[in-house]
Each structure stands twice: as C-alpha cells, then as structure tokens.
C-alpha cells in the first residue's frame, strides 16, 4: 500500500457516489475500490460535480472522505461536459473516430468549469494543515493542475488521462493546444495507460513549445521546473472479480443462460454505447459471418449489452439508431422459423453478477474498439472466465491499451478490416481447448500481477518522485 503520509484530494468530474433505493452508496468502479483503503489511510476528500448536490451527504458509509459537490449551471453542463469534454477532446484524443466540433464558447466554459474545480480545491486545501495531495482525473479537467498550482504552490499535484493521448499532428488541431498542455504541464506527475499515449504527449510538448528536454520519464521546463510523464497502465480489482465469478448469484444466473443458450456457441459483447467502441463493425463481421455460414445461424448467438451513454449527445443518439438497425436487419434476414434470434441485443446497465455470469458464458468475448484508452472488460472477462475455470476466447482490438499487455494471448483484431473480423470469430471456434484455457490464464494472472491497487501505488509513488525532482 501507498506510503502517502498526506491527506488525498481527488478531483474528478463526477463524485464517487450515487443514490438507490437504500440511500447513497459508492459507486462500484474500479478507481472507488482502489481509493478506498488509502484514502482510509490518510484521509482526505473527492471533489466532483453532482447533478443534485444539494443533496450529497458529507460522507457515505464504505468511503473514509469528505464528498465535495461542485453544482452547474445547465449552460455549464453544456459547454463543459456535453461540448468541450465530449464533442471536442473525446473524438479528437481518439483519433478523430468522430469528427470533433470546435465551438469558442465551449471552450470558455470549460475554462470556467475548470476554475470552479480549481477554487473549490483551494478551499479543501485551506482546511487542512499540512498542503494535500491533489490527484486530478481525465480530459474533463487538463486546466486544473496549473489553476491549482497558481492557488496552492506547494500542493504535490497529479494528473492522470484515462483516454488516448493522440499522435502531435492530431492533437495540433485544437485551437486551445497550448492552454492544454500548459495546464497537464504544471502537474508533477501526468499518467497514460501506456508509453504510446506517453510518448506521444512529450511529442506534442516538444513540437509546440522550444527549450523542453526530455530524460527518460523527466521532463525538463524552460522555466526550470521539472516534472514527470509515465505510463501506468489503469486495472481492475482481480481479487474482487475472481470472487464474484463463483458466488452464488453468479452460478444460478449462469445456470439460467446455459439453458437459455443450450447448444449454442455465445459470442459476447459488453460496452457503453459509444462509437469509439466499434459496435457497429462488430456487427457488420456478424453480418458477413451469418451470411457466409447458413449454418452457424442456428449454432451461434451474439448477445450484445450495451449501457446507455451520453444520451445528451446527437452522435450518441445516431449512434443508438444505427446499431438498433443493424441488430433489427441482421435478425430479420437470419432468424430461421422456429428458431432463436441470432442477436440477443440489451441496452441497460446489468447488476455485476449478471455480467460475470455472461463473462463466464461467452465462447467468444468480442472487445474492438476502433480505440480506447485501456478497456477494462477485457480484463474482467479473463479474470471472471479463469476464476471459473473457463477456456473462453478473447478477440482484442489492436487499438485498445489492453493488447499491449495481453499480446498474442488474445486473439488480435483490426476492427476497421470487418471482413477479416468476421473470419477471426469463424477461427476463434477452431482453437482447440487446452489452448483457449492456457490463454486465458495466462492473460488472468497479466491482470492480478497489476492490478488496480498496484495502478493507484505507482500513480501516488510517482507524483511524491515527480515533486521531489527524483
Ligand atoms: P470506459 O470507456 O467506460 O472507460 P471500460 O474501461 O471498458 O470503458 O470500462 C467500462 C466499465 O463499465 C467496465 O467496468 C464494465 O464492466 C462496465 N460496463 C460496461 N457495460 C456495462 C453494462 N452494460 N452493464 C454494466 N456494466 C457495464 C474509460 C476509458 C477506458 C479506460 C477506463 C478506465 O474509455 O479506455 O479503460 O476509462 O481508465
């Protein structure tokens, strides 16, 4: 566990909080986990933004800090989130998979959004005695660390990008690429899942601004600071998954699929619904998969669930009807009278013991983004399916900060290429058993070697090194 002797501040977009039946209970993601023990160590407090934060208690049972709630404004909401977070940096930071939308008023408030954070952080900082860690989550908030620096000098701060950073000719299309690089510039320490997106963030600083040096993972500014860039790859908690994969509620919805499923080989596909995912040329290789082989029509179900995302967003509402068209199109020509559908498709969130019960399920776990930062159901699949023992196939997005770890183990795929797609899942049925289950655990103990504690520990451990110029 961190040696962190100061208290934690994390700034995210959102608290790490939500509201049931029950009450307010934290959120069940991988980073909530992680935090929990250390923050239980040092204390400390989230700041985050809440739709109702009016109604955020201080604290929730499970989650030893203070929840800080910054509210917006809907016109906030809009140019922060909806805008520049999301129609601007998130297609742009994964290659242009969408067209991004440069809109100045956006970027403004953005600006402003970040300022609040800032300021609500200065005011954390206040209340405590010795200056806190400031660790500062994602592409919604690359102004904060120098807004911070500028308010609390002697803050360690961090930063850590969840999603790609792109290749320099990319990233020097947005009109505010100095204004971003300045504010991730003025952490300690910034993180990428992996030393491409590392690489080619110092690429990026060094194209654009004259006089920075670089010397291994320390970067040298022309004022004289120095700071740090690193790859940690993010995780999931291993031991948490591995458990769930054999818990009673697992096995019995699992028992259900298999008789759901009986005789059919399952391919499995989990995933917000969003279009950096690669839904869409999934299904098309499903398409030309059916078409080519009237047989698997009756032998193989695709089921796909997909949480519903951003749908504030127009190209997440496109989004939406094209794969319901696809799923409504590739039924209709396949299913054969009297037999099943060929896809099964949902569009919710599942509770996390139906999700390990299809992660136990899939003969074939289907994971093509056309890019994403790291993709972490990937790693829960071969977690839950080497926890049951399983010999599951992975077939893994080259695009994805996943396949650098898993290597050949999975089953490589250029989801853009949808034709050869369809025949990797045709030849993900052929490999034979033995090796289909080495593969996986293989892949399962990559995951529990690094796993989402180890992740939060070299982050912390590197914003200290970052800030003592180690
Ligand atoms: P995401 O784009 O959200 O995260 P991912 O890493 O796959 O992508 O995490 C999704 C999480 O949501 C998983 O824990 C998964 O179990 C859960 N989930 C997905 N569909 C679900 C469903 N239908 N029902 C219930 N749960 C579902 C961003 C980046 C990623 C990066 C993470 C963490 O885009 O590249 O891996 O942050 O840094």
Known sequence: MSELTRPLVVVANRLPVSRGPS?????????????????EQVGGAWIGWDDDPDGVPQRVDGLACDLLPIDLSRAQVRGYYHGLSNRTLWPLFHDLVAQPVIERRWWHTYEEV????????????????TPPMVWVQDYHLTLLPAMIRGLVPDAPIGFFLHIPFPPPELFARLPWRDQVLQGMLAADSVGFHTPQYRDNFVRSVQRLFNGVTVLGDQLNLPDGRQMRAVAHPISIDAAEFAQLATSDDTES???????????????LGVDRLDYTKGIRHRLQSIELLLERNPKLRREVAFVQIAVPSRDDVQEYRDLRTEVETEVGRINGRFTEPGHDVPVHYLYRGVPRESLAAYYRLADVMCVTP?????????????????????????????????????????????????????YLMESALELEEDDRRARVARMAEVVREGDVYNWVDQELAGIERGRSGL
């Open 23 to 39: 009450g307010w209970t934290p959120s069940s993601g991988g980073l909530v986990t992680a935090m929990r023990p250390v923050i």
């Open 114 to 129: 970040n300022r609040r954070f800032a300021d609500r952080v200065a005011q954390a900082a206040a209340d405590s005695d």
């Open 253 to 267: 919805e699992l028992a259900e699929l298999r008789a759901q499923f009986k005789d059919r080989k399952v391919f």
């Open 370 to 422: 056309l890019k994403d930062g790291m993709n972490l159901v990937a790693k829960e699949f071969v977690t839950v399916q080497a926890a049951g023992d399983g010999a599951g196939v992975l077939l893994l997005s080259e695009f994805c900060g996943t396949s650098i770890e898993f290597g050949d183990d999975a089953v490589r795929t250029n989801p853009f290429d949808v034709e050869s797609q369809s």
